[in-house]
């Protein structure tokens, strides 16, 4: 079992409808919650990142964590064609030789239709 | 430079050859990580480099894989006598501070490897 679960999708969805992304985890260790943004041929980028659980928003993103579900999500409002994309949730535990070493879901990959 | 930065972007080898990999992180960034990224899936962590001590390669698959970042800056990722396997594209990641800190990693476009 992987210690990070995410639906791969593919998700389809129209233009300005709220967008639900999800993942969970096994790993009580990890502490540090982030949400990147991959296009395609491109490197992932850092969309949201969060320490406690509950929700941090950032214009037309939220990310929701619940430690004690193991259960985090990022929630997209007034979803743009330009949202399409995979994202990639990932989560790291500390450790001073690990450094904070990413562990990432599988990813979704979101099409918004104009 | 802005970002960080990878090359070559694409690199296509015949299987048993060697490849090196180039990663430029963003100057002055402590922390440099290299993460595989196989077709339709998340990338895996391979190994992290703390200035240039190596301080974590449990990610690296097997002894072909090698990496190095022999002055705290600049990191090569060498693969030697490449299998298909090792087809996918291999990401490079920087941040600012060590351990412990909630500085997020920057990662590269990567380069993607083809082993025929």
């Known amino acids: 079992q992987k210690e990070v679960e995410q639906d791969p999708g593919p998700l389809s969805v129209p233009e300005g409808a709220i967008v639900s992304l999800n993942c969970t985890y096994s790993n009580s260790a990890f502490q540090y919650f982030m949400w990147y943004r991959q296009y395609s041929r491109k490197g992932p980028e850092l969309l949201m990142y969060t320490y406690s659980s509950g929700n941090k928003e950032d214009g037309r993103f939220t990310a929701q964590v619940d430690k004690s579900s193991k259960y985090i999500s990022l929630f997209i409002r007034d979803s743009q064609p330009s949202d399409s994309a995979t994202y990639l949730c990932?989560?790291?535990?500390?450790?001073?030789?690990?450094?904070?070493?990413?562990?990432f879901g599988e990813g979704t990959q979101l099409t918004v239709n104009p | 430079g802005a970002g960080v930065s990878q090359s070559p972007r694409y690199k296509v080898a015949k299987r048993g050859q060697d490849v090196a990999l180039r990663c430029d992180p963003i100057s002055g960034h402590v922390s440099l990580f290299w993460y595989q990224q196989a077709l339709g899936q998340g990338p895996e962590f391979l190994t992290y480099?703390?200035?240039?001590?190596?301080?974590?390669k449990s990610g690296l698959p097997s002894d072909r894989f090698f990496a190095e970042r022999p002055e705290g800056s600049v990191s090569t990722l060498k693969i030697q006598r490449t299998q298909q396997e090792d087809s996918a594209v291999y990401l490079c990641?920087?941040?600012?501070?060590?351990?412990?800190?909630?500085?997020?990693?920057?990662f590269g476009d990567g380069t993607r490897l083809s082993i025929l």
């Open positions: 990932a989560m790291t535990e500390w450790g001073e030789t690990s450094g904070s070493r990413l562990t």
């Open positions: 480099f703390q200035n240039e001590a190596q301080l974590d």
């Open positions: 990641a920087s941040s600012l501070m060590g351990p412990y800190s909630n500085q997020p990693q920057h």
